[in-house]
């Protein structure tokens, strides 16, 4: 995407050096820092850290840290090469995609007995998985902006208002993201919107990220507390609520960051549209019970005992709320039951958050 004139992705290979590097998304939007992949270490430590983030993207960069590995020469033992890419895998649990990029890359090196072969096969793959995802954000909002364009029509014009969390944009996704693409697409096509950015606590996504993406873009937006949103709808302010996930199920299960399903039960309670973009590559295949199954991530408390800002002097801070001696826990996502999801937004069109729903678009996977 367009960052002030400069054409951005959150991950890139460099040519020369011939790593992956990326985005170190913990400094944004205040500064823009660049971080090399120069060994599966690193790849683990900026997926965990959260450099990078957002399923699509954590898949894409589990993809780059088996090219490291075969790059560090871990990729000619099968057996070692097999236990570096599980320590991939295991970088974060909830998002699907990376357990699902890591095996994809690993899958085409296997096919190959030499090193050299192994380099390239794993290279090209991790590319063409960058680009496949690109695509399929673009086509999520080919797809997704009908429903925008649907209430605009309704509103005689007006701006639709649109409700998301987190971050599934841009640069969590390669491209154009996942629930920001519709957004993309209405406003480049001249509809008038106005996106309701939850900040998204504790590491606030939201305001940190989404609203710089906006902003860059040009698209109307206000950051609101994580609190607001069931107020918001209450006063007919939101339209449309249209988020991320980093694992739906086959059965229409959404988990994503938490505080989804509180705005998902609020849509419900006013009647509001409550839509999840997502590219296949988040949905997973095997499991059909999102409540009792897929992993929630537990992370560090102090993400929530501080927060990062500027201060007045324009330096990046860290800051301490709570008292010191009180426990915080961390529980990074939740799940949203199928029952309070309007419809899916994929990369093969929209449909309804079941297993009739997604195996229709999906039908190979019957
Ligand atoms: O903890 P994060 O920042 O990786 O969580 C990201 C989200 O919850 C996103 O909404 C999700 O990955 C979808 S990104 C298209």
């Not at 290979?13 to 690193?42: C, G, S, Y």
């Not at 589990?62 to 570096?84: I, M």
């Not at 007045?312 to 961390?330: E, H, M, R």
Request: aromatic share 6%; with cysteine.
């Amino acid at each position: 995407m367009l960052v002030d004139g400069n054409q951005m992705r959150p991950i890139w290979f460099d040519t020369d050096l011939k790593i992956a590097k990326v985005i170190d998304q913990r400094m944004l939007p205040h500064q823009l820092i660049e971080a090399d992949l120069n060994t599966v270490d690193d790849v683990i430590e900026a997926i965990q850290e959260m450099f990078v983030r957002g399923a699509p993207l954590i898949g894409a960069t589990g993809a780059f840290g088996v090219y490291t590995a075969v790059l560090q020469d871990q990729g000619c033992n099968d057996d070692r090469f097999v236990a570096e890419c599980d320590r991939l895998k295991a970088a974060r649990p909830t998002a699907v995609n990376l357990a699902w990029g890591v095996d994809r890359v690993l899958g085409v090196c296997l096919a190959q007995s030499d090193r050299t072969a192994r380099l390239a096969a794993a290279l090209a793959e991790a590319l063409a998985i960058v680009e496949e995802e690109a695509e399929n954000c673009r086509l999520i909002g080919e797809y997704g902006v009908s429903l925008i364009r649907e209430i605009s029509q309704k509103k005689g014009g007006k701006p639709v208002n649109i409700l998301t969390h987190c971050n599934a944009g841009w640069l969590a996704c390669i491209e154009y993201g996942t629930a920001t693409a519709p957004m993309y697409t209405a406003f480049d096509t001249g509809i008038d919107i106005h996106v309701w950015v939850d900040e998204t606590r504790p590491l606030n996504q939201g305001s940190r990220l989404t609203a710089w993406e906006l902003g860059k873009h040009g698209i109307a937006h206000t950051v609101v507390t994580d609190n607001a949103g069931g107020h918001l709808m209450q006063h007919g302010m939101v339209d449309l609520v249209i988020v991320g996930t980093d694992r739906t199920t086959w059965t229409g299960d959404v988990a994503n960051k938490i505080g989804t399903y509180l705005k998902a039960l609020a849509a419900k309670d006013n009647d509001i549209p409550f839509y999840v973009a997502l590219p296949s590559s988040t949905i997973d295949w095997e499991m059909d019970n999102g409540l009792t199954s897929i992993p929630i991530e537990e992370r560090d408390p102090d993400e929530i005992s501080y927060v990062q800002g500027l201060d007045d002097t324009g330096k990046l801070v860290k800051v301490l709320v709570p008292p010191q001696s009180s426990p915080c826990a961390n529980h990074a996502f939740d799940v949203t039951p199928s029952r309070l999801v309007t419809g899916l937004i994929t990369e093969r069109g929209m449909c309804s958050a079941s297993q009739e729903g997604i195996l229709t678009l999906f039908p190979e996977r019957r």
